[in-house]
């Protein structure tokens, strides 16, 4: 027995073409879940408090994105003056989505439109 035969799977190079016959089908809705989650853990938010659209567009996935923004409490104001402006906030994330997003669905995204339906503010936590 040689030591390929021993080999585990997992230690075999994905980028190695298969020889066997067949192809590869994802669907639709797996691509959503994985764009759902991927947004919701790069905006810091719930995964229900994120809402995707993903279709097919010009060769590639096109990306739309709806959810709050978490925001610091604005009582804290040093908080709010490290806190970057709302549009940069959003341009560094559609940047963040859309390579995370190519490298997991390996897929060219082509468009990512971010919208931001409000805000998340932290819970003040009470002092007994």
Known sequence: MSATTVASPAVAAL?????????VRVRERVI???VRE?????????RD??????AEWGGGLAVRIAARLPIPDLADTEAIRAEAPV???ARRIQTALADELARLTGREIRRISFVVTGAIIPQRKRVR
């Open 49 to 54: 408090e994120v809402h995707v659209e993903v």
């Open 38 to 46: 991927t947004s919701a853990v790069t905006i810091g938010v719930p």
């Open 15 to 23: 980028d190695a073409p298969s020889t066997a016959p067949g192809g």
């Open 32 to 34: 959503e879940k994985v």
């Open 87 to 89: 549009l940069d906030r």
